[in-house]
């Protein structure tokens, strides 16, 4: 056996602890080099101690606690055991396990022993009460010494076995002392004698019976504040009919954790409304509108400051109107909707002098408004906080917070709630300006757009403006409408580089130019051609983007121009596609720039989407990605309504997120066309000068293009040249060209307003000239002329369609 002398008790009191059926063990303290105590080494250990460790005493014993349980015993334990060495007082403690080493709900006392300890403990789920013994008589003496309450209850029952009382078989000092008795005077009396016919005590007679019937221990901390004492109770089975109660007196430690809460809670306080004060700021600085500050008011400085009702009245000449109210009830609402000023109300002396008032009672609020016939009722609040809403040295009115209770105002709430106060009405004077700077930006944006597009037979429509910009910025986004005349109709949609009022003036400009130059029937290029012109001499640093389509609903084909613009999307058949189209720069870049128009066809039932740019891109969004957001978006909409389907693109996230840029979207549906249609046929006029040559002959390539013609557009490209040459050659004014595709031929038509009919003449070896004819002759299949009856002439060619 391992030398404990100096821990051991005697021999005689370590029989009687080996006989207890609570486990009993000593340890001797191991001190390092400086002679701290790191470890305890375990020394002695009776046969129960044993029996609740799970383990042979040969297998623990001579061992150090660390080494046996080191999932359990940490520098924590060693130094509360090391206190208990040092300081010569026990310790007791409840600790639960459940460990591959040790497992257990045990209770512990823990007392000096020589250099060590020594440890009582107990499993509580295991506990059970025997027959006296000396060991028993010997270890109730340790247990008055104990620094815990401890007493056995016996379970006394009725005729049909359930527990009604319970009879104290052995209770120590200090749990004599809950129930105001000693010892002797405890000990053998039913607990609904010893306690109070009401209170605390008597109900633990239902905890106690529980514990018997259940056999599950409880806890709980009982607070008696006649002898202002609180105490820590636990109850656990002890055989069929026990329950072992320990009592501890943990009042001191109950009253630091109160004095300690109490303070933190006054921390927290003050540091709730510093947390409180930043964040109304933060909702504020970022609020826009009157309704952003109303919002972050009822959000925020509500619940912060504490607030049962919350009210902003602003005023309106010679009364306080109300703006906002949170909390209130109908009949207080509906009073304050006007208040005049010279009425008591408190909140208009607070409007007056821009001084706050704070009332702590409902008395003080009915004495405010003392002798008047109507006051202002109460509510369901008892005390008041009348704030000025003061900026820039300007009352703009007053914040009534109302409370639903009493409520004394200390320097540090006051404080904070002029803060608040301060802070909401500088958010209120920035939103006011900038909700009238908007109202005036509206209105222009608003007069810049147009009220209403026109109705097109054969087409509908519809079209969103989502403005980005803030404040007095007008986007320079637009779009429009324009009849040309029967089936034919422009469309346009554009953006002006900048949000400023520049920028919208440069935008009506532009938008207008386009439509007068659109009414004169200028061809697409052309019209783009000059409105570039014109925005080069009216504003020689502006730049705009546009695209102009002109629909010619009764042939089924359209031709559009970009400048420097995103291509639109159709949908035709259910399958969307961004459109293939020639591009040029942006307006306003080069006097020098030529145009290039794209003609293409648009079936019945098709739908056509023009956008600007803030739809698709920006700094982090690639147009690619975009663009096929856009198409997917297109290509599944539930509906070809125009309506509908902006509605369905604009809500599929499309493009970038959040969006740094104005929007203007356009949707076209062309309404299906009969079945039995004429054979396809379009045609175009053209100026009349040099550059009309090749516009005619891109028209012609790109309308056989589509049709699926191909491999008849270099000879009908040849003939195309010659004839419309011959005609600007010779006349003044615009040209006409049609094409009508026939069952066997392409029938070629170019009309002008020259009376004078071509003919073929001889022509040198060496002459450039006179051989136009000659070719068309050559290489159509036939060809002809005629007068038109309203003046002019028309030269016709067709090409046979080879293999059809």
Not at 45 to 72: C, E, F, H, K, S
Request: proline share 6%; hydrophobic share 45%; charged share 20%.
């Amino acid at each position: 056996m391992v030398d404990g002398t100096d821990v051991l008790p005697s021999a005689d009191v370590l029989a009687m602890l080996e006989a207890d059926p609570q486990g009993w063990a000593f340890a001797r303290a191991v001190r390092d080099g400086g002679g701290d105590i790191v470890d305890f080494e375990l020394v002695h250990l009776n046969d129960a101690g044993a029996r609740y460790l799970g383990r042979p005493r040969a297998q623990l014993v001579g061992r150090r606690l660390r080494d046996l349980w080191g999932d359990t015993v940490n520098d924590s334990t060693i130094l509360l055991y090391r206190k208990v060495v040092e300081s010569r007082e026990p310790v007791a403690r409840t600790v639960y396990h459940d460990r591959p080493t040790v497992a257990g709900h045990f209770e512990l006392w823990v007392g000096p022993s020589g250099d060590g300890i020594a440890a009582r403990f107990v499993d509580l789920r295991t506990v059970t009460l025997g027959p006296q013994s000396a060991g028993g008589t010997r270890l109730y003496e340790v247990l008055d010494a104990a620094f815990d309450g401890f007493a056995l209850l016996r379970a006394v029952r009725d005729e049909s076995g359930a527990v009604r009382d319970f009879v104290c078989e052995y209770v120590n000092r200090p749990g004599a002392a809950l129930t105001g008795r000693s010892v002797q005077e405890t000990i053998g009396r039913h607990w609904s004698e010893l306690v109070p016919p009401a209170g605390p005590a008597r109900d633990l007679l239902d905890r106690w019976r529980e514990v018997a019937e259940t056999g599950r221990p409880w806890q709980a901390q009982l607070r008696y504040d006649d002898l202002g004492q609180v105490w820590q109770l636990s109850a656990a089975p002890a055989g069929a009919d026990g329950v072992a109660v320990s009592f501890r007196d943990v009042s001191t430690l109950v009253g630091q954790q109160e004095r300690l809460e109490q303070s933190m809670a006054a921390a927290r306080r003050a540091a709730g409304r510093n947390a409180a004060l930043q964040a109304v700021t933060a909702a504020l600085v970022a609020a826009s509108t009157a309704a952003d500050v109303y919002a972050a008011i009822g959000a925020v400085l509500r619940p912060s400051a504490g607030g049962q009702g919350l009210a902003v009245l602003l005023r309106r000449d010679d009364h306080l109107a109300l703006q906002y109210h949170a909390g209130y009830e109908p009949q207080v609402v509906a009073r304050l909707r006007a208040v005049p000023l010279r009425h008591p109300y408190p909140a208009t002396e607070v409007a007056r002098t821009g001084q706050a008032r704070y009332l702590s009672s409902l008395d003080e609020f009915v004495a405010a408004q003392s002798g008047d016939a109507a006051p202002i009722p109460s509510g369901g609040r008892q005390a008041w906080a009348f704030l000025p809403l003061a900026a820039a040295g300007d009352v703009l009115g007053t914040l009534v917070v109302g409370y639903g209770s009493p409520r004394e105002f200390d320097e540090g709430e006051r404080a904070n709630l002029a803060a608040f106060a301060g802070v909401c009405a500088q958010a209120m004077q920035r939103a006011l300006l900038f909700e009238a700077q908007l109202s005036i930006a509206g209105e222009l944006q608003r007069a810049l757009l147009p009220a209403e597009l026109p109705q097109v037979p054969g087409l509908r429509h519809a079209a969103r403006y989502l403005p980005w910009t803030h404040g007095a910025d007008v986007g320079g986004d637009w779009y429009d409408v324009i009849p040309l005349g029967h089936d034919v109709v422009a469309v346009v949609i554009g953006d002006v580089v900048g949000h400023n009022a520049t920028a919208a003036a440069v935008m009506g400009q532009v938008r207008n130019a386009l439509r007068a130059y659109a009414a004169e029937r200028h061809s697409p290029s052309v019209v783009m051609q000059r409105v570039n012109r014109l925005l080069l001499d009216l504003q020689p640093d502006a730049v705009a983007t546009c695209c102009y389509l002109e629909l010619h609903l009764g042939e089924g084909t359209a031709t559009a121009v970009l400048a420097g613009h995103p291509p639109p999307v159709m949908r035709a058949g259910g399958e969307a596609r961004i459109l293939a189209l020639r591009s040029g720069p942006p307006l306003g870049v080069s006097a020098t720039v030529v145009f290039s128009e794209t003609t293409f066809l648009v079936p019945g039932g098709a739908n056509l989407l023009l956008y600007t740019d803030g739809l698709v891109e920006d700094r982090r969004y690639d147009i690619d990605d975009g663009l096929a957001d856009l198409r997917s978006a297109v290509g599944c909409a539930p509906s070809d309504d125009p309506g509908a389907m902006l509605d369905h693109v604009l809500t599929s996230g499309v493009g970038p997120r959040p969006r740094t840029d104005d929007v203007a979207v356009v949707c076209l549906a062309v309404d299906p066309r009969p079945e039995a249609e004429r054979p396809p046929a379009a045609q175009r006029r053209f100026r009349g000068d040099a550059v009309s040559a090749s516009a005619a002959r891109r028209f012609a390539a790109d309308v056989l293009t589509a049709w699926g013609e191909r491999r008849i557009a270099d000879d009908t490209l040849l003939l195309l040249d010659e004839v419309i040459t011959n005609a600007i050659q010779h006349t003044v004014g615009a040209v006409l060209v049609r094409l009508e595709l026939g069952a066997e031929r392409l029938r070629v038509t170019v009309a002008d307003r020259s009376e004078r009919l071509p003919s073929p003449r001889p022509a040198g070896a060496d002459s450039e000239n006179g051989r136009g004819l000659l070719i068309v002759a050559s290489v159509a299949a036939a060809w002809g002329t005629s007068s038109i009856p309203a003046g002019g002439k028309e030269v016709w060619f067709e090409v046979a369609r080879h293999g059809r």
